[in-house]
């Protein structure tokens, strides 16, 4: 059984710039969650696609976007980058149950200069 | 809004001890799940342990297990016969039981464990 992998793990971009980050969910969940962690936080939710609808969303602004792919992998993008947007993001995928256990990914860095 | 606080930001503790993690959160539903992430240096979130709000035992897994005490809204994680291993930043996390939407977690500030040989 393949885990939730990401990528990049390490990128650096500058303010203004666009990112897309990438995440493949475990093998047979169709549903997939984004969190921000920066440095010395919790994780915050950004929002979750299920069955490529995004079906929940936190308090980002809407220049976080995302996509949900039939083969259920999935994109986070984030436009306009700003200092702030340098965090840890995290990818998360399960099985749209009551009792769904979140089966995270090991993030991606990204730095804002 | 539900919120989780966290409010021991460092812990240590000898190898083979006995540690607790505490945790508070605020909700006004009364059906949610309640978790203990561990974060280790590789940053990837493990499951440590669940809890399901409406179950008055609390959960155990082998070394593991909460103090689930809903009235004051208390869920601390006890961690026995530390191991070096359990070195990690653990998160608590509330998740609402409510059915449809996301299943959003919200986190905790974290707890920094150290363990000491």
């Given at each position: 059984e393949t885990g939730v992998t990401q990528s990049p793990t390490h990128l650096i971009k500058t303010r203004g710039q666009q990112v897309t980050l990438r995440c493949s969910s475990q093998s047979g969940h169709n549903t997939v969650s984004w969190y921000q962690q920066a440095l010395g936080q919790g994780p915050q939710f950004i929002f979750q696609y299920y069955r490529e609808e995004e079906n929940g969303r936190g308090n980002f602004p809407p220049r976080f976007s995302g996509l949900q792919f039939p083969n259920y992998s999935s994109e986070l993008n984030v436009n306009a980058?700003?200092?702030?947007?340098s965090a840890l993001y995290l990818c998360a995928s399960s099985l749209e149950t009551r009792t769904g256990e979140l089966f995270f990914g090991e993030g991606s860095r990204l730095t804002v200069l | 809004a539900q919120t989780v606080t966290q409010s021991q930001p460092e812990m240590s503790v000898q190898e083979a001890e006995t540690v607790t993690l505490s945790c508070t959160y605020d909700t006004s539903e009364s059906d949610y799940y309640l978790f203990w992430y561990k974060q280790p240096p590789s940053r990837q979130m493990i499951l440590v342990i669940r809890q399901e709000a409406y179950k008055q035992q609390n959960a155990t897994e082998n070394r593991f297990s909460v103090n689930f005490q809903k009235a004051a809204k208390s869920f601390s994680l006890k961690i026995s016969d530390s191991q070096l291993g359990d070195a990690a930043m653990y998160f608590c996390a509330y998740r609402s039981?409510?059915?449809?939407?996301a299943q959003k977690l919200v986190f905790g500030q974290g707890t920094r464990l150290t363990i000491n040989p």
């Open positions: 980058l700003e200092l702030d947007d | 039981a409510l059915g449809g939407g």
